[in-house]
């Protein structure tokens, strides 16, 4: 599976974008973007994924570059409940039988008042 | 609630006790996941089951055995408890993607267990 690289710490003003950037330059063809986050004490949750196109759901949008090397998960008015570590995944698309989330140390996001 | 749910949420116990974790999913997924989060916060699997068939097993102790008595449950046990067992235990669910899937909501995680042994 391709590593990805994010920041480790980033803070944002509650009401403001956050844009979480991540690099993931050794993708191929068939890896999808997955983008979770743990709240602290919580279990990891879902926030989006994407192939090559940004997508764009009700918590998240998400942008991946062109050549598809790095992607940047954007928050679009942040709030206090957004604090937490954010965790940029990529996966092959062909694991039809279960696969393992290679969760690396994740960007800790601190919305601030 | 249509959720992972596992038990106990904490556990504490002595060093050299067996214990167990049990998770339940009612998503209707057909793959369940064990991952460890340790100290340091790094999330790690150690075993993943696609309807009732063990599928990954990484490099985990023999200590521990997943069983998956039907693809809602996969409970976790672990023999002769250590102190570096310690850790908060995560289950999760994800969907079997295919071309009969049309969404893919990702995994869905349990809220944890968190195991300390003195």
Known sequence: ?113 | DTAVSQTPKYLVTQMGNDKSIKCEQNLGHDTMYWYKQDSKKFLKIMFSYNNKELIINETVPNRFSPKSPDKAHLNLHINSLELGDSAVYFCASSPVLGRRLRVDYGYTFGSGTRLTVV
């Open chain 1, 1 to 113: 599976d391709a590593k990805t690289t994010q920041p480790p710490s980033m803070d944002c003003a509650e009401g403001r974008a956050a844009n979480l950037p991540c690099n993931h330059s050794t993708i191929s063809g068939n890896e999808y973007v997955y983008w979770y986050r743990q709240i602290h004490s919580q279990g990891p949750q879902y926030i989006i994924h994407g192939l090559k196109n940004n997508e764009t759901n009700e918590m998240a949008s998400l942008i991946i570059t062109e050549d598809r090397k790095s992607s940047t998960l954007i928050l679009p008015h942040a709030t206090l409940r957004d604090t937490a570590v954010y965790y940029c995944i990529v996966r092959p698309s062909n694991s039809n039988s279960g696969y393992a989330l290679n969760f690396g140390k994740g960007t800790s996001l601190l919305v601030t008042p």
